[in-house]
């Protein structure tokens, strides 16, 4: 059964103060990891896949990395409007294919 | 460019009642799915299809039911509505199901009294 456990389940960080987000994981062949970002009252919006270890990716502030077992999304500088949930969600190819499993999220807060 | 289009966005039931939750897609995405999500649990998956005519279960099906007549079209029906499935709930499409990003609705907060 795959597994995803995200830490830390809240975090507050002051605009400017960088940090990373984590997320381990249990699977059997990793299909993809992904992460979404949520803000309040919507669906989960795409940020990146990443496929094998060792892989990074970079959008705006963020940038996330892989491991065989966890990935990170660095956040550097934040803003504000970084302020949202970040889910981390693994996609294997035991059992039924095309299922995703997530992890609960990271609320991130950035206080201006 | 609609995307996942969700209806309704808030709904209140009495236990025992039955409505349908209605999903559409405007990408030509073959691959649907439905998620619930309850605090501190995460996403968790319902029901998802891989085309037109084809259904199957996901981590938490009972007490729904799904179809697919269209590629357009996925609702999710309660059958008879339970405390428990007090949650919110996600429409999901992607192009195929593989490792393809994952479009989203905005959701419907889902109450049963």
């Known amino acids: 059964e795959d597994q995803v456990t995200q830490s830390p389940e809240a975090l507050r960080l002051q605009e400017g103060e960088s940090s990373s987000l984590n997320c381990s994981y249990t699977v059997s062949g990793l299909r993809g990891l992904f992460w979404y970002r949520q803000d309040p009252g919507k669906g989960p919006e795409f940020l990146f896949t990443?496929?094998?270890a060792g892989e990074e990716k970079e959008k705006e502030r963020l940038k996330a990395t892989l491991t065989k077992k966890e990935s990170f999304l660095h956040i550097t500088a934040p803003k504000p409007e970084d302020s949202a949930t970040y889910l981390c969600?693994?996609?294997?190819?035991?059992?039924?294919?095309?299922?995703?499993?997530f992890g609960s999220g990271t609320q991130l807060t950035v206080l201006p | 460019n609609a995307g996942v289009t969700q209806t309704p966005k808030f709904q209140v039931l009495k236990t025992g009642q039955s409505m349908t939750l209605q999903c559409a897609q405007d990408m030509n995405h073959e691959y649907m799915s439905w998620y619930r999500q309850d605090p501190g649990m995460g996403l968790r998956l319902i029901h998802y299809?891989?085309?037109?005519?084809?259904?199957d279960q996901g981590e938490v099906p009972n007490g729904y039911n799904v179809s697919r007549s269209t590629t357009e079209d996925f609702p999710l029906r309660l059958l008879s509505a339970a405390p428990s499935q007090t949650s919110v709930y996600f429409c999901a499409s992607s192009l195929d199901g593989g490792d393809t990003e994952a479009f989203f609705g905005q959701g419907t907060r889902l109450t049963v009294v």
């Open positions: 299809s891989v085309g037109a005519g084809i259904t």
């Open positions: 969600a693994v996609q294997g190819y035991s059992g039924s294919a095309r299922q995703l499993t």
């Open positions: 990443l496929y094998s």
